[in-house]
């Protein structure tokens, strides 16, 4: 096996084991043979572990809804049947009665916004728009009403999303080295959408200082970014003089400037070493490494640029504050919980 296959196949077994542990036993049982030579499970992993992975997410995906359904009902007979009453009598009764009847003011405000698609004068469909938000309302309320019952005593949801567990290097690290949550960030520096979501990661590390730190990982789209690869060797030697984030923070600020002439100036402006620089970029030392950090992202999931895992959870793309902060409070309220 070449060293890059042998490489593939450790984070593959790291990574993603839960997925073919039910496939592997006996654990080199080959798969075909011809000749003196055979094909294993492992062979395979190079074009399949991505899918592999995402199968994982869509198992967890549907069981979870399952269960969570499942625990609903459980949950609203138990209540139901510690009032004498039926499931739906509980939420008549706990709900639905108080509940306020959409008042005109709605009814007009959501009418405008739907104006277009209904085509008709809000005269003639105000009742069916008034049962409609109150159905509406009911149906949320009552949602509501079954998720605090979720939050009683002796109540939890064992069943968690599979994760993926990221290497970081701690040249491309920064916060708090002990913080509770870890940003694993695979990205490309010719990307526009990484660099449009570098303001948003800027603003999650200000707000959870010392609770939050964050890894960069290399995930050049070479097919489509031409510059991709050179920049993410250049901040690997940028790394080696340990000024990886001041380069990191000029290439995405000059993101037109990728060429061996702009990554050099920024080389300069970040307080290089304009030769060790020069030399550590010709020499293409850091090319295998790239490459490594490339297919650790396709290993663990990651379809794109940029992809995130925050403690293992994936969140793909460039993604509001609101969508970073919701993972990381539940991640920080899961440390707080073990405390």
């Not at 060293?3 to 006996?26: D, E, G, N």
């Not at 492992?42 to 995906?61: K, M």
């Not at 959870?313 to 993972?327: C, R, T, Y």
Request: aromatic fraction near 8%.
């Amino acid at each position: 096996m070449q060293p890059r296959s042998l490489f593939m196949v450790i984070i593959f077994v790291a990574v993603l084991a839960p997925v073919a542990s039910a496939q592997t036993s006996p654990a080199m049982q080959p798969l075909a043979r011809f000749g003196d030579r055979a094909i294993y499970e492992e062979d395979l992993l190079p074009t399949i572990w991505g899918q592999l992975w995402q199968l994982r997410l869509q198992e967890y995906d549907l069981k979870i809804k399952a269960l969570t359904g499942l625990l609903d009902q459980e949950l609203l007979k138990d209540e139901a049947k510690s009032k004498g009453l039926s499931t739906e009598e509980l939420l008549e009764q706990v709900v639905d009665r108080k509940l306020p009847a959409p008042s005109p003011s709605e009814i007009e405000a959501y009418y405008v916004t739907q104006k277009d698609r209904l085509d008709r004068p809000l005269s003639e469909i105000r009742p069916q728009l008034e049962e409609l938000l109150a159905v509406e309302r009911r149906k949320k309320a009552r949602e509501d009403y079954i998720g605090h019952l979720r939050e009683k005593p002796g109540v939890a949801i064992l069943l968690t999303r599979p994760k993926v567990e990221v290497t970081v290097d701690p040249l491309r690290l920064k916060g708090n080295p002990d913080a509770p949550v870890t940003i694993v960030e695979f990205a490309d520096f010719q990307c526009p959408y990484c660099k449009a979501v570098q303001e948003t990661l800027n603003g999650v590390m200000d707000k959870y200082q010392g609770k939050v730190r964050l890894a960069y990982k290399d995930f050049p789209l070479r097919q489509i970014h031409a510059q991709a690869q050179q920049a993410a060797e250049a901040s690997r030697c940028a790394a080696e003089q340990g000024k990886f984030w001041e380069y990191h923070d000029l290439l995405y600020a000059n993101q037109e400037r990728l060429d061996p002439t702009g990554l050099k100036d920024q080389a300069r402006k970040a307080g290089l070493n304009s030769q060790q620089f020069t030399a550590c970029v010709d020499s293409g030392k850091f090319r295998g490494q790239v490459e490594n950090d490339l297919q650790a992202g396709f290993i663990s999931g990651a379809a794109g640029s940029p992809a995130f895992y925050i403690n293992g959870n994936l969140l793909f793309g460039a993604q509001p504050a609101v969508e970073f902060e919701k993972i990381i409070e539940a991640q920080l309220s899961r440390v707080e919980a073990k405390d």
